[in-house]
């Protein structure tokens, strides 16, 4: 692809804060990098992956707000994060990660197993424990 051709669509989904680094073929026929803020397809098929992502942390919110789930849950969603990718990340145990989905479970924790929780994913302890306050997971989505 020529440099000139490389695709910047401008509604784009991260409204122009992300850009991917490309090669192209330039004026003298050398490979150099270019950067681009994406193409319609490539942009759909994101907003289709972050709009699946929504729905499971909406439901993730309401079972958060119905008091069926810990705010971990919510957070679990919104991060991609599965049990084992969470254990993989915090050393804790799958099934210890799923007894603290249970509210009265998640109140017991100690604070290095929130903030292990917090650090990985990239919240504070203090948000942690509060829970969501909205289920809004992507905040460039228009």
Not at 32 to 37: A, I, N, P, R
Not at 82 to 111: C, E, G, M, Q
Request: aromatic fraction near 10%; proline fraction near 5%.
């Amino acid at each position: 692809m020529k440099k000139d051709k490389v695709p910047q669509d401008d509604d784009n989904l991260m409204e122009g804060r992300s850009r991917e680094l490309c090669y192209a073929v330039d004026e003298n026929g050398r490979y150099v990098s270019v950067l681009s803020s994406g193409w319609e397809p490539k942009n759909t098929a994101l907003l289709q992956a972050w709009e699946q992502i929504g729905e499971e942390a909406k439901e993730a919110f309401d079972s958060f707000k119905a008091g069926r789930m810990s705010p971990l849950g919510f957070y679990m969603a919104k991060g991609m994060f599965d049990l084992s990718l969470l254990s993989a990340y915090t050393k804790i145990p799958k099934r210890r990660i799923r007894s603290h989905l249970v509210p009265k479970n998640f109140r017991r924790l100690d604070a290095e197993t929130l903030r292990k929780y917090a650090e990985v994913l990239d919240i504070s302890v203090d948000e942690l424990v509060k829970g969501p306050e909205t289920a809004e997971v992507f905040p460039g989505k228009k």
